[in-house]
Every structure is written in structure tokens, then in C-alpha cells.
């Protein structure tokens, strides 16, 4: 598996060990690889999802207790709808990754890998690498 950064393996690491879960368990690990993957996500992660009964806290979406923005809202949308299927009204692919910078964007699209394993996996620095070439192709 490749992260966005070293602060996302470990963040990764720090709740998977957490929460103990198995290393089959693609569903979990899916949406474990975007919640790490966001600081905010991240810092609100024991609003987001329940250590004890291991289980996800759909509610906070809504919550007057825990302030997301909507770009913190698609990405848990979509990690919610990787473990267990979650839908509501917003849970389509446009909605989804509409609110995402390329950051986000690329946390999302990487976790169909962990969870399908379709997708080769990219990190930030080799997008940004394939950025410069590309502008360099345009000069």
C-alpha cells in the first residue's frame, strides 16, 4: 500500500492497530486509507467512527457536535459507503468528489484500490512529478 505521505502511514497505522483490524478486512482498510489521510478527518476521527463497538457514526454527519466541511463530508461519505455500503441523498460520484481538491481527490481515488485493488495507486510527489513534465512539454 502507498500513502500520500509519511503522516498518513502513520496515521493509517496509529487507528488500524486502534481498532485491531484484520489485514483481509479490505472494507475497513478503505476507509481507514481516507480518514487517515485527512487532518481534519483525523482530528475527529472518534466523532467519525466508534473504537469500542467498531463501527462507523453515520450521525456526523449531521452533528451540531462535530463541524465538517463539505469536502470533509464527501470523503466521509465515501468511506462510510466503502466499509458498509452507506448511502443518503448525497452519496453519488459527482457529489462525492465535487468538493475535492487534488489532494482529496487522489486520497479517494487511491482507496478503490485498497478496497477493489483496480487502481494503481499514486502518491502526491509523483503527480506533482508528472505535473512538471507535463509543463515542461508545453514550453
Known amino acids: ?29 478503505a476507509m481507514f486509507y481516507i480518514l487517515s489521510g485527512n487532518k481534519d478527518l483525523m482530528s475527529k476521527i472518534n466523532h467519525i467512527y466508534d473504537f469500542q463497538e467498531h463501527s462507523i457514526r453515520p450521525n456526523c454527519l449531521d452533528s451540531k457536535w462535530v463541524d465538517l466541511s463539505s469536502s470533509s463530508k464527501s470523503l466521509v461519505r465515501l468511506a462510510f459507503n466503502l466499509y458498509n455500503n452507506y448511502t443518503d441523498e448525497h452519496t453519488s460520484p459527482l457529489n462525492l468528489l465535487y468538493h475535492l481538491d487534488d489532494r482529496n481527490c487522489n486520497l479517494a481515488l487511491n482507496s ?17 512529478e508528472i505535473e512538471e513534465e507535463d509543463d515542461e512539454l508545453e514550453l
Open 1 to 29: 500500500m502507498r500513502f500520500l505521505d509519511e503522516q498518513h502511514q502513520l496515521s493509517y497505522n496509529q487507528i488500524t492497530q486502534r481498532d485491531n483490524t484484520y489485514p483481509t478486512d479490505n472494507e475497513r482498510r
Open 112 to 128: 478503490f484500490h485498497i478496497r477493489f485493488g483496480v487502481l494503481e495507486v499514486v502518491k502526491e510527489q509523483d503527480i506533482e
